[in-house]
Nanobody, 123 residues
Framework: QLQVRESGGGSVQPGGSLRLTCAWSRVSYGPYCMGWFRQKPGQEREGLATIDDDGTTTYADSVKGRFTISQDHMTDTLYLQMNSLNPDDTAMYYC?????????????????WGQGTQVTVSS
């Protein structure tokens, strides 16, 4: 499992950008997945992006082309670059460990998320 801490959220205007950071510490070894999901009050979790240990990425349709997930193995840091933000992106964003299967990362099965970081997009 992983221990994670999210940061980098804030308030931006529509069309703006933010980069979220997740500092993580791996507890178990072997193949793993990392990712981001967000959650709005009263709504279910919405998976956004995953990245496998080999660098393979997947994205939800709602953020494809706007968000980019990346990782720095040297510093055990995960990033989510968010561009062209709109008010619908307003949510609490979480770094977490999605389920890994034989073929890669699942956009779900989230485990070991942190406290989250708030993103607010408004004019």
């Amino acid at each position: 499992q992983l221990q994670v801490r999210e940061s980098g959220g804030g308030s931006v205007q529509p069309g703006g950008s933010l980069r979220l950071t997740c500092a993580w510490s791996r507890v178990s070894y072997g193949p793993y997945c990392m990712g981001w999901f967000r959650q709005k009050p009263g709504q279910e979790r919405e998976g956004l992006a995953t990245i496998d240990d080999d660098g393979t990425t997947t994205y939800a349709d709602s953020v494809k082309g706007r968000f980019t997930i990346s990782q720095d193995h040297m510093t055990d840091t995960l990033y989510l670059q968010m561009n062209s933000l709109n008010p619908d992106d307003t949510a609490m964003y979480y770094c977490a460990n999605p389920r890994r299967f034989r073929g890669g990362c699942e956009m779900g099965g989230w485990r070991s998320w942190g406290q989250g970081t708030q993103v607010t997009v408004s004019s």
